[in-house]
């Protein structure tokens, strides 16, 4: 079992930048092979931004691409996404996942707006 936290959400004009922060705690943490994020805007399918693996590989949208960087916490299983130049098409809900075959955990979603 793994439990996922996220923070770091907030409302924001554009062009600013947020730092969202994922923890994840419980037994089999050692076993996480991959953490990232997700989003989902209202009226739209949950779609993927960015992921870090185990061995700090990164995998990003081309939606967010030299905008955002993942990277993870001097903590085990921590994860922040780093997001600049926001623009009002980021505002979503943005969820922390982590990834241990073959089961996926989320976090309770951390809401992201950006004003024009």
């Known amino acids: 079992q793994v439990q996922l936290v996220e923070s770091g959400g907030d409302l924001v004009q554009s062009g600013g930048s947020l730092r969202l922060f994922c923890a994840a705690s419980g037994s089999s943490i050692f076993s996480i092979l991959r953490m990232g994020w997700y989003r989902q805007a209202p009226g739209k399918q949950r779609e993927l931004v960015a992921f870090i693996t185990k061995d700090s590989n990164t995998n990003y949208a081309d939606s967010v691409k030299d905008r955002f960087t993942i990277s993870r916490g001097n903590a085990a299983n921590t994860v922040y996404l780093q997001m600049n130049s926001l623009k009002p098409e980021d505002t979503a809900v943005y969820y922390c996942?982590?990834?241990?075959?073959?089961?996926?955990?989320w976090g309770q979603g951390t809401q992201v707006t950006v004003s024009s």
């Open positions: 996942y982590a990834h241990l075959p073959p089961y996926t955990y």
